[in-house]
């Protein structure tokens, strides 16, 4: 008679039983009997709500999914001989990037003759990872690669980390938000209470006007 090692719907190891009779006590208890370990000598089934079983995991998998972090290659390109203005908004994008956990692939551009002059390129890197040390570390030094040269920075913050920091940031700024509204906005009550105010202050006029 085929036989299974039993576990019980709270993980309790019940033994080996015929399989007829762990039929039976799945029946009585209104669960399923589950294969969990075909392999095993005997094979090994357990006692459990398959359809929830199946709902749970569904719903781990989902939220496994949903707070999985992929990092994100973000680029910025410059000219070796940048404007300062145009530095400091470029710089600003990086800062962002770096802040939100992506890595950015810095480009330096040369055209002409500045392809002659390589180290105004590297100088120019150099600058901004010095720049954004605080957000960021050179995982891949400038590289001369054709009429570009190319440097990658990493975040120092984890993407997990950036897109928490981000959502509780939110949610302040919502909860912020309904408070100023609290604040701002008068309610039914306050308009009514307003309305008797400035009826009982025309009727104190009018007395005094009669006297």
């Known amino acids: 008679m085929p036989e299974v090692r039993l576990v019980g719907p709270d993980g309790q190891q019940v033994g080996i039983v015929a399989i007829q009779d762990a039929l039976r006590l799945a029946q009585e208890a209104d669960l399923d009997l589950v294969e969990i370990v075909p392999t095993g000598r005997p094979p090994v089934a357990k006692l459990m709500d398959y359809g929830k ?4 995991s569904a719903m781990k998998a989902r939220e496994a999914r949903k707070n999985q972090a992929h990092t994100i290659i973000k680029e910025m390109k410059l000219r070796p001989k940048i404007d300062p203005h145009d530095y400091e908004t470029k710089k600003g994008h990086v800062v962002r990037f770096l802040n939100a956990g992506d890595k950015v692939k810095i480009t330096i551009m040369f055209r002409g003759r500045e392809q002659s002059r390589p180290e105004l390129g590297r100088r120019l890197l ?7 040390e605080e957000l960021g570390f050179v995982e891949f030094a400038p ?24 959502r509780a940031a939110k949610a302040a700024k919502a909860q912020d938000g309904g408070r100023v509204r609290d604040r701002e906005e008068p309610g039914p ?3 009514a ?13 009018a007395d005094q006007d009669e006297q």
């Open 189 to 191: 009550d306050d308009e």
């Open 193 to 205: 209470a307003a309305v008797e105010t400035g009826a009982e202050t025309g009727a104190a006029a």
């Open 126 to 132: 150099d600058r901004l990872a010095s720049d954004v």
């Open 143 to 166: 590289k001369q690669d054709g009429r570009n040269m190319i440097m990658v920075l990493g975040p120092r913050k984890k993407k997990v980390e950036a897109m928490a920091e981000a």
């Open 53 to 56: 079983y199946k709902y749970e």
